[in-house]
């Protein structure tokens, strides 16, 4: 059991471009969750997929944010036209769903927006 | 709003003394209450977990105390290792079916030896 993969692990853009984060589940977890994760807001919520259906996309961004899951063993998050207020590191975590439910997380992938 | 609190912010303890993680929240609805570990560099792990219907939950030298009626819960780390140096994580999940946690601002633990 790999765990959650997620790459890159550090990616460096500069103001305006876009940045793409894959995650790659466990093997037969059927829920991934987005968060990311700052000095000064801690770490937040940003959405959540179940069985490849987006399920609550509460903690999204409205403008640039957007996430996917097209199949069952990987998600993404992009980030369109980054501004320096993005940088944060991004986790991505996921759970069977039923029973405990327990997150697994990710190493997290380190965005940097100069 | 912040729902889950911890404190103290930061913790230093002596190698051997038993280290106090303070957790509270707000929603009623919370009933699940994990708490994650977390490396510089690394992802949180999961440490240790507890159900609203339990008041203690022990694993080693870990032990959650949990009171439903003050809406609190404390990490108790007994014999504290220079290794359990970390940022720890309180988190909550509601019983309304929505998967996801509400964490805590977490207190970092420094055991010096």
């Known amino acids: 059991n790999a765990g959650v993969i997620q790459t890159p692990r550090h990616k460096v853009t500069g103001k305006g471009q876009e940045a793409t984060l894959w995650c790659e589940p466990i093997s037969g977890h059927s829920a991934v969750f987005w968060y990311r994760q700052t000095i000064v807001q801690g770490l937040e919520f940003l959405t959540y997929?179940?069985?490849?259906?987006?399920?609550?996309d509460s903690g999204m961004p409205k403008e640039r944010f957007s996430a996917q899951m097209p199949n069952q063993s990987h998600s993404t998050l992009k980030i369109q036209s980054t501004q320096p207020q993005d940088s944060a590191v991004y986790l991505c975590?996921?759970?069977?769903?039923?029973?405990?439910?327990?997150?697994?997380f990710g190493p997290g992938t380190r965005l940097l927006v100069l | 709003q912040q729902q889950v609190r911890q404190s103290p912010q930061s913790l230093t303890v002596w190698e051997g003394e038993t280290a106090i993680l303070n957790c509270s929240y707000e929603?009623?609805?919370?009933?699940?209450f994990p708490w994650y570990q977390q490396f510089p560099g690394e992802g949180p792990a999961l440490l240790i977990s507890?159900?609203?219907?339990?008041n203690k939950k022990e694993d080693g030298r870990f032990t959650i105390f949990f009171n439903k009626r003050e809406k609190k819960l404390s990490l108790h780390i007994a014999d504290s290792q220079p290794g359990d140096s970390a940022t720890y994580f309180c988190a909550a999940r509601d019983n309304t079916g929505n998967y996801k946690y509400v964490f805590g601002a977490g207190t970092r633990l420094k055991v010096i030896a």
């Open positions: 975590a996921s759970s069977s769903v039923g029973g405990q439910d327990t997150q697994y």
């Open positions: 507890i159900l609203s219907v339990s």
């Open positions: 929603n009623s609805a919370f009933d699940y």
């Open positions: 997929f179940r069985n490849q259906a987006p399920i609550d």
